[in-house]
Structure formats: structure tokens, C-alpha cells
């Protein structure tokens, strides 16, 4: 993974995936928090991955908000909306589904002062600081995040007043073997 800066530097014969630059995923995460966090924080990366986790994978998002919300259906539009698009795959971890990409992209983010990372008891608290909330509202008001933007929050009127530990819990009840059987560091489909 590298910088969008260095992208003049590849062969033009290289293809480049959105995947393979750090900016896509530093976008994505500042979009999280701003959206699906509190005041722009979240309280673990447990519950940031699996936040991600269902920006992501909007089948399995689908899936589990009817069965967060019984009350509410999964409508025709909300599986096609889902259908078949995942942007860039996570893997298999102890905890559930994980991006290898994370501390990198972290690293990133803070060295930028768009967040801050710090340490609340066995957890981090991750936050955004001014620059980053100005970033990310900036990034939200574009065309091209549009349907990622809805989506998240779509997650957090679902999910966000829930902790790392249940959604955990959550994934590995209602994808047993979509996740929680695949081997560590398998790719999730």
C-alpha cells in the first residue's frame, strides 16, 4: 500500500486499485468516525473494524440489521443496494473481520493530526481532532462517497450504540461460516 503521492513514481503499466492506496482507506476510516462514531470518536478498534466490517459488506449489513430490528424489513431496495459490492476485503482475524491495513492507515491519520489515538483502560479511543472533522464533513458533502455515507449511516441508527464486544458476538451468531470458520487471515467474501 502506498501514498497517492508516489503514484507517479509506478510503471503506467501497473494497474492502480483504489485498494492499494493509503488515502482510500484513510477517507473511509475518517468517514467512519465522523459518521458512525460519537462526537466523532469511537471507543475501541474492535468496534471500529466491525462498524467497517458492515460499511463494507452491505449484504452481510443487510442481513444483520433484520435481525438487529425484527420490527423493520430488508426491502427489495436494500438488497440490491447490497448486492455484490464490497470496495476492498477484509480478512479473518481473532476478533472477527480485520484489515491488516488498520495501523498502517492509523499511523497515517494521526501523523496527519486528522486524528488521535489514545489509551482508555485495555482499549484505545479513537477521535477525530478538528482538522479531521473538517476533513471528513468535507469528504461526506462529495458525490463519490454518496453511497458509502448513506450506508454508514445507515450502520450507526443500527449499530452504533453497540459495543465492539456484541457486534463480535453478532457477526460470528449470524455469519458462522462465512466468518467465523474461515481459517485466520482468510479473505472475506
Same mark, same amino acid.
Given at each position: 500500500m502506498e501514498s497517492v503521492a508516489r503514484v507517479g513514481t509506478r510503471p503506467v503499466s501497473l494497474p492502480l486499485l483504489a485498494e492499494d492506496v493509503v488515502e482510500f482507506h484513510a477517507a473511509r476510516l475518517l468517514l467512519l468516525?465522523?459518521?458512525?462514531?460519537?462526537?466523532?470518536?469511537?471507543?475501541g478498534l474492535t468496534k471500529m473494524a466491525? /462498524?467497517? %466490517?458492515?460499511?463494507r459488506y452491505p449484504e452481510f449489513f443487510a442481513v444483520a440489521k433484520a435481525a438487529a430490528t425484527p420490527t423493520v424489513a430488508v426491502t427489495?431496495?436494500?438488497?440490491? =443496494?447490497?448486492?455484490?459490492?464490497?470496495? =476492498?476485503a477484509m480478512?479473518? !482475524? !481473532? @476478533?472477527?473481520?480485520?484489515d491488516?491495513? @488498520? @495501523? !498502517?492507515? /492509523?499511523a497515517h491519520l494521526e501523523s496527519r493530526a486528522l486524528i488521535s489515538v489514545s489509551p482508555e483502560g485495555k482499549s484505545y479511543r479513537l477521535a477525530l481532532t478538528p482538522l479531521g *472533522?473538517?476533513?471528513?464533513r468535507a469528504l461526506a458533502s462529495t458525490a463519490s %462517497?454518496? =453511497? /458509502?455515507?448513506?450506508?454508514? *449511516?445507515?450502520?450507526?441508527?443500527? %449499530?452504533g450504540g453497540k459495543s465492539g464486544t456484541y457486534l463480535k458476538n453478532l457477526i460470528y451468531?449470524? %455469519?458462522?461460516?462465512?466468518?467465523?470458520?474461515?481459517?485466520?487471515?482468510?479473505?472475506? *467474501?
Open positions: 468516525l465522523e459518521i458512525c462514531g460519537t462526537a466523532g470518536k469511537i471507543d466491525k /462498524l467497517d %466490517f458492515f460499511a427489495e431496495e436494500d438488497r440490491n =443496494s447490497a448486492a455484490g459490492v464490497v470496495e =476492498s480478512v479473518r !482475524h !481473532h @476478533y472477527g473481520p480485520w491488516k491495513r @488498520y @495501523y !498502517h492507515v /492509523l *472533522r473538517e476533513t471528513a %462517497f454518496g =453511497s /458509502l455515507v448513506e450506508r454508514m *449511516r445507515d450502520v450507526k441508527r443500527v %449499530f451468531q449470524l %455469519f458462522d461460516e462465512e466468518v467465523g470458520r474461515l481459517p485466520l487471515g482468510e479473505e472475506i *467474501r
